[in-house]
């Protein structure tokens, strides 16, 4: 789905803790107030990149710490802890499948995964965690199909993972977006991409209303 409202604040930020095997969010917690100024505390010379609004990622003792100061969690022993900037959609009364596909897959909650990266693929930033995937599609459990475009000059690879029963929304995912190309984006292109991708009917109109509605 598109991205809606991404305005940032410096007054609050998030920790994530991401399982490095599943590459997906387990945790997370908006931190404000005192809890940030103890957060700058631990974190010392490591705060300085988030002032420039760059995700920081951490791991070791560190990101243990951190875990233990302000999640009530025991993680898995290889986590990442990511901390960020807030951003409006921290607030949405649901959690955004980004970041959790593979986690959500494997419990069935979503069907339908979709990432694109660069041609080649970006190596600052891994962008399709096909590393993670994928065991399961050599078990069986996920379909995976991929395609390439271009963007003017720009090679565009993307990668489509669904559930082995559910592999229909991958034929119905690429006929949404060839129909788009054509005829213009579209609120109701909007909607159907968040059913395909597993969004419950609530959770897309909260997401129309925050693309298409609010002003503010």
Known sequence: MVDADMALN??????EVVDRA??????????????????????????SPLAENVDLELGGDEAR???????????????????RPWKRLDDLPYKIHTNRELLLMLSGAKP?????DDVPDNEEIELIPEES????????RFVKREFRYFIGLVNIRTVLYALKEEAWRIDAWL???????????????????GSLL????????????LMYRRQT
């Not at 339908?112 to 694109?116: E, T």
């Not at 006929?175 to 991409?193: N, P, Q």
Request: aromatic share 10%; with cysteine.
């Open 198 to 209: 597993g969004y419950e009917d609530w959770q897309n109109d909260i997401h129309i209303e």
């Open 133 to 140: 995937f994928s065991p399961y599609v050599q078990e069986g």
């Open 65 to 83: 710490d951190l875990v233990a100061n302000f999640l009530d969690i025991t993680p898995p022993q290889d986590v990442i802890v990511r901390v």
């Open 22 to 47: 599943l590459s997906s969010v387990i945790d997370d917690a908006v931190i404000e107030g005192e809890r940030l100024l103890e957060l700058k505390q631990l974190m010392g010379a490591s705060w």
């Open 112 to 116: 339908l995964a979709v990432f694109s």
């Open 175 to 193: 006929l949404m977006r060839k129909t788009a190309d054509k005829a213009g984006w579209s609120e109701g292109f909007e909607r159907m991409e």
């Open 10 to 15: 410096k007054d609050r930020c998030v920790l």
